[in-house]
């Protein structure tokens, strides 16, 4: 998948009904992972690098020693 391909499919899906927000960031997180992973199924490089960079924003972060 190009980028090319990415725009289209962007502007294919400005055309659907938007859904729901995440109601957290793990639910977030989820959404990421699965579109990640259908990137990498069909080889979509661009696609997969783009999706990995908003996975490691969407990770909780946590302080060393914090007590949970």
Known sequence: MT???LTLS???AKGRSTPP???SRE???VTL???RAA???V???DL???LRDQIRWALPMHKVGAND
Do not use: F
Request: aromatic share 0%; proline share 4%.
């Open 48 to 50: 997969e690098t783009l």
């Open 27 to 29: 639910e977030l997180l």
């Open 33 to 35: 992972l699965r579109k």
């Open 3 to 5: 980028m090319l391909s």
């Open 10 to 12: 962007k502007a294919l």
């Open 43 to 45: 080889g979509a490089e």
């Open 21 to 23: 927000r995440p109601q």
């Open 39 to 41: 990137a990498h199924n």
